[in-house]
């Protein structure tokens, strides 16, 4: 009886190290510019200190509907809203002080492993720090834009991935919503060409 006992439990543990592997092992995305399957581990992504943001469905009482993406800049949250009093709220890094913006547009486009394009502006503001930026970057892991692009309007301004996880939460980019790369894909999943964006300043 006792064998039987300590074999029905040391199968029990080894069912639930299997179900918290499982749990813990990172998603796959398929990586078009390598044309191969990525795998983001957050629990193995460097934060600087800083845990990352998690995604959540909350409660929603705000005055937009259902397949909005509503920015809170000060609060570095974007809420994307379900409708029925819900929205999927995930952590942003906003635009740095003298970059930051507001208004209300749409989705115009939308990208997978986005290449770069820095404007002349940007690489001249960099140049100056000492910092030589490329003309054009491909699609990866190791691109600013990361997994995945939501292209706002006519402007050059994004909703977008990031290779830099630890700047989410954070005030860092040049007027971007930057999201983890995990999030990005999920709200990429939700969000149709004409989705309604409303940032708040």
Known sequence: MRKITAFSLGMALLLAMGAVTAQAAPK???DQSQ???VAYDLSKMVFRGTKPIKREVVSYKGPYG???IVVNTSERRLYYVLGKGKAIKYGIGVGR????WSGTNVITRKAEWP???PPPEMI???AAK????????EGGPKNPLGARALY??????RIHGSNEPWTIGRAVSSGCIRMLNNDVIHLYEQVKVGTKVVVLG
């Open 28 to 30: 796959m995305y398929w």
């Open 35 to 37: 044309r191969k399957f």
């Open 66 to 68: 259902p397949n909005t």
């Open 97 to 100: 002080e003298g970059f930051a």
């Open 115 to 117: 290449g770069w394009t």
């Open 124 to 126: 001249k503001r960099e």
């Open 130 to 137: 000492g910092r030589v930026l490329p003309a054009y970057m």
């Open 152 to 157: 706002i309007g006519s402007t050059l301004y």
